[in-house]
């Protein structure tokens, strides 16, 4: 059993850290376009120390594309930054306000959810912006980055105190906490200490924290994501956004991982596939499709679909290909094997379209767009803390609101209750 002693300062100061957060809008939005611009001013450092850990990892590890940062990179995690900072503050805003009849003044108002923690695998870019989501709250981060990052994340964390400092802010506001599974195991029991614990990986990393957390988790789901190609689809519409939802980058969650294809459309799937094909994607076809693509698809990157390429989250470049009869048979499909985390229609009949969006159990639906789209800053949120699979308090892209709760202020002249 761990010894949470041996991690209770990281936690203590947070906590205390929290406490002192109560910074205007204007230092808060200061020292986020502070940090922004560090990022940039120090891409070279972070690079180099990025590279340290790119260089311990197995180029087809399909972590290591989550993990790589590059000059491109950083500044859009600059401009993300910047974005949030632009953000209007949820905090304070009032959700209700009421007068009781005995005179009581209630008032509902957004709060910080107080220490979040965050554990995460490889993604350094996550440092950045869960420190930026958190911070524009007025919470605590409190991060457990993985081994795999930590190279980058220290560097990362360097960035983001020197920039504390500089505005007089505690800099355990955010803190890092090692890399070892100590400190994860400590993480997960710091019930005392830690107000909500958001995982972001892997599957079996998001079970796992589930699963042996005495913090209450908010999960952030593996993203196993379909598109279904219905019999009333535009295949102009269809080659785009299936090859952008499959191609664009593989790693992320919110990549195609199975194509449903209307039987009375396999005639369009060559065409389908022949972008698919620039891109070198392997393709695990069901009976009907996989005939329908021996003739013409790249015979090493065509394969026949096992029960286990169903409902399975690539995160590389390979697609399963499902053969249906029906809207309700994609539907059922979906059903049985999404992730509810990203589905979508590429339809041109209205009624299709609107039995998809109301039926698909999922945080978001789309129809005739790219489920690469499923991302915080494209939601207008500035960044994400994740991609909410579950339904209690979040669902879909994290932003500011997802990361505050509320509080009711009562206001008496004197009131008592009889009897």
């Known amino acids: 059993m761990i010894d949470i002693a041996n991690y209770t300062a990281y936690f203590e100061n947070a906590m205390l850290a929290g406490r002192r957060m109560n910074l ?75 007068t009781r009849p ?16 965050v554990i995460y695998e490889a993604r350094p870019n996550v440092t950045f912006d869960v420190f930026a989501l958190c911070f524009k709250t007025g919470n605590v981060a409190v ?39 100590e400190a994860t195991e400590a993480l997960l029991n710091a019930r005392d200490y830690v107000d909500v614990l958001i995982p972001r990986g892997s599957q079996g990393l998001i079970n796992f924290v589930r699963n042996n957390s005495k913090v209450p988790v908010i999960e952030t789901g593996a993203g196993i994501v379909h598109t279904y190609f219905d019999e009333f689809a535009d295949l102009k519409k269809g080659i785009e956004i299936i090859f952008n939802s499959k191609t664009r980058r593989v790693s992320v969650c919110n990549a195609l991982d199975c194509l449903l294809i209307h039987k ?9 596939a022949e972008r698919l094909a620039e891109k070198q994607v392997e393709l695990f076809a069901d009976e009907q499709s996989y005939e329908m693509l021996t003739s013409y698809y790249p015979i090493s990157l065509l394969n026949k679909a096992e029960p286990e390429h169903f409902g399975t989250e690539f995160l590389s ?26 589905e979508a229609i590429v339809s041109e009949d209205n009624t299709n379209i609107e039995r998809f969006l109301n039926e698909v159990d999922a945080a978001a639906v789309y129809a005739n767009a ?46 008592t209750r009889n009897p």
């Not at 990052?149 to 803190?175: E, P, W």
């Not at 053969?323 to 539907?331: I, M, P, Y």
């Not at 991302?375 to 879909?396: N, V, Y």
């Open 102 to 117: 005995n005179g009581l003044h209630l008032t509902k108002v957004r709060v910080p959810l107080g220490v979040v923690g």
């Open 264 to 272: 009375n459309r396999l005639n369009d799937l060559v065409k389908i």
């Open 24 to 98: 205007s809008a204007e230092v808060i939005n200061s020292v986020l376009e502070d940090v922004a611009e560090s990022a940039v001013a120090c891409t070279s450092e972070l690079l180099l120390e990025n590279q340290k850990d790119l260089d311990r990892m197995d180029i087809s590890d399909p972590k290591y594309d989550r993990l790589k940062l590059t000059d491109e990179r950083i500044q859009a995690i600059a401009n993300d930054i910047k974005d949030v900072a632009k953000l209007e503050s949820p905090l304070g805003k009032i959700l209700l306000e009421d």
């Open 143 to 181: 991060l457990k980055g993985g081994s795999d990052a930590d190279y980058s994340n220290r560097a990362i964390i360097k960035v983001i105190h020197q920039m504390l400092v500089k505005h007089g802010i505690d800099v355990n506001t955010a803190t890092l906490l090692p890399p070892d599974r």
């Open 317 to 342: 470049m390979k697609l399963a290909i499902k053969t249906v009869d029906s809207l309700d048979a994609a539907l059922d499909h979906i059903a049985q094997y999404s992730s509810k985390h990203s």
């Open 370 to 415: 790219s489920t690469a789209f499923t991302d915080g800053a494209q939601f207008g949120l500035g960044a994400e803390i994740g991609i909410s699979t579950q339904k209690l308090h979040a669902r879909g892209p994290m932003g500011l609101d997802e990361l505050t709760s509320y509080k009711w202020i009562v206001k008496g002249n004197g009131q």
